[in-house]
Structures are given as structure tokens and as C-alpha cells.
T-cell receptor
């Protein structure tokens, strides 16, 4: 039981390049989330998916797109990377019943030069 | 808009000393509050939630609606408590979290 997995762990992009961050969970959770973590700012919600087939914007969605491919997978795409998107990206999942505890992946450290 | 404030970036104490990590929030409804912790080279994980009124690893947190606070306390700090601590408020609609900026706790021997 791996919990929440993210790939890649590290990535360096040039301004204007695109990439997709992958996230998968094996806990049969309905809800999945993408956060970014910047120094001194805590984690901020980019997008979330309450259930398979639905996605909604969070606090900082500009410059990102997401796909909830199936119940397990939730990807985050940067179409044209900018230096302001240099950050650590965390994926999380939770069950909509019960405690709503969120389970986090290990993070992807992205640098845009 | 909801907001979580953690006023201290760094809190340094000696082993055995009491610890209090401060958290204040603003939210118009009935808040659901959490403390998450990130130990070195580990992923972010739930420490405790106010609904459960539990004590985890000796830590407790009481919701004070009058002062809009949810401070995390431990009477005797241990070196293994050294970590980054985040206070978080749940948006009851999205079930997504709003995090504070975090407090790094350093427990010195």
C-alpha cells in the first residue's frame, strides 16, 4: 500500500516549456488535491477534484490545468512554465466520509529557469 | 475569506521545556481545524484534529472560538518533536485545506 505517489521527484524546466506532474493514490479515495508550497507561505490549493470526472479551481489556479484521469490518478499540467511556478508541489487525497484526513505525497520540487 | 495565521516562523526550546505553537484563524462558519506535521525527510502528515479532542505524541490543541485560536501545546518537549508544524482550516464546501505559513520547532538537547 504505497498511499499517494508523485512523479517526478525533481524537475528543472526552461521558461516556456511544458510538463505534467503525475499523482496516484491506492486508498480508493474520492477527493484529490494539488497544492504548491513556497517559502514562508505554507501550502496553497491549486486545483482539487471532489470525485472522478470533476475538477475545480483552488486559490492559485492560473497557469495550470488538471485532469482526473480515473479515481486513482490526478495530474497537473504546466502548459508554458514561468519562473513564478518554481515551487514544491504536493498532491493529496482524502475520503469524503469520516475524518476528511488528507494524505500527502512526497512532493515534486520544480525549478523553472 | 478564510485565513490561518501562524505568527512564529521559528520556535526554539530546550528538551523538557513546555511548547506552545500559536495558530489564529478567521472563518465565518463553524471551523474544522487541524495540525499537520512534517518531520525531516518525511511527508506531511496529520498530527491531530480539533473534533477528536485527542492527544497525540503528548500534543494537545484546544479550539477557542472567542479568541479564534487553535494553539498546539506540549508540556515537555522532546528532541524528536523537532519538525515543521502547520495549522490548517478546512473549507467545508470543498473539503480542501487552508494552511498557515508554518512554524519550525527546534528542540535542543
Amino acid at each position: 500500500n504505497a498511499g499517494v505517489t508523485q512523479t517526478p521527484k525533481f524537475q528543472v524546466l526552461k521558461t516556456g516549456q511544458s510538463m505534467t506532474l503525475q499523482c496516484a493514490q491506492d486508498m480508493n479515495h474520492n477527493s484529490m488535491y494539488w497544492y504548491r508550497q513556497d517559502p514562508g507561505m505554507g501550502l496553497r490549493l491549486i486545483y482539487y477534484s471532489a470525485s472522478e470526472g470533476t475538477t475545480d479551481k483552488g486559490e492559485v489556479p492560473n497557469g495550470y490545468n488538471v485532469s482526473r484521469l480515473n479515481k486513482r490518478e490526478f495530474s497537473l499540467r504546466l502548459e508554458s512554465a514561468a519562473p513564478s511556478q518554481t515551487s514544491v508541489y504536493f498532491c493529496a487525497s482524502s475520503d469524503r466520509g469520516g475524518s476528511y484526513e488528507q494524505y500527502f505525497g512526497p512532493g515534486t520540487r520544480l525549478t523553472v529557469t | 475569506a478564510q485565513r490561518v495565521t501562524q505568527p512564529e516562523k521559528l520556535l526554539s526550546v530546550f528538551k523538557g521545556a513546555p511548547v506552545e505553537l500559536k495558530c489564529n484563524y478567521s472563518y465565518s462558519g463553524s471551523p474544522e481545524l487541524f495540525w499537520y506535521v512534517q518531520y525531516s525527510r518525511q511527508r506531511l502528515q496529520l498530527l491531530l484534529r480539533h473534533i477528536s479532542r485527542e492527544s497525540i505524541k503528548g500534543f494537545t490543541a484546544d479550539l477557542n472560538k472567542g479568541e479564534t485560536s487553535f494553539h498546539l501545546k506540549k508540556p515537555f518537549a522532546q528532541e524528536e518533536d523537532s519538525a515543521m508544524y502547520y495549522c490548517a482550516l478546512m473549507d467545508t464546501g470543498r473539503r480542501a485545506l487552508t494552511f498557515g505559513s508554518g512554524t519550525r520547532l527546534q528542540v535542543q538537547p
